[in-house]
């Protein structure tokens, strides 16, 4: 952890400890078997799969691990207390932030997937 005015920051391993890379698998298959399943050809529109694939699985369900990791601190201090909120290596509001951050990443980057994308980001911030 490195010290920063007074506040500790964690380090790039216990961030991604905490985004739970593991999984993100899932989604990301998901998108790609939907994508597939449409019968659509990509062709020119590969980009926009890779990014709802990036989406999907680094983006929302990191998001999700984040936020979850967050809300259940006070659990997780008795059941799993190694996790990086109860263990201490996320300090303070950090968590929250971070699960914050990457709310705000997952909605730009689903707002610039395209026309689709805008309406969906517009009607979830309703």
């Known amino acids: 952890m490195e010290q920063v005015v007074g506040v500790a920051r964690p380090g790039p391993g216990v961030v991604v400890e905490l985004l739970k890379p593991i ?15 449409a019968g659509v050809p990509v062709g020119a529109h590969w980009l926009v799969v890779a990014g709802g ?6 983006l929302v369900c990191a998001t999700s691990q ?6 259940d601190r ?4 008795i059941n799993e207390p190694g996790r990086p909120i109860p263990s201490g290596r996320i ?3 950090m968590g929250l932030h971070i699960a914050i951050g990457w709310t705000m990443l997952s909605l730009l980057v689903a707002a610039l997937l395209g026309t689709w994308g ?6 979830a911030l309703r």
């Open 23 to 37: 999984t993100w698998f899932a989604p990301m298959w998901a998108f790609g078997c939907g994508v597939i399943s």
């Open 91 to 93: 300090p303070g509001r």
């Open 53 to 58: 694939v990036l989406l999907c699985g680094p």
């Open 74 to 77: 006070h659990v997780d201090a």
């Open 66 to 71: 984040a936020s979850n990791d967050w809300f």
């Open 118 to 123: 805008s309406e969906r980001l517009w009607l």
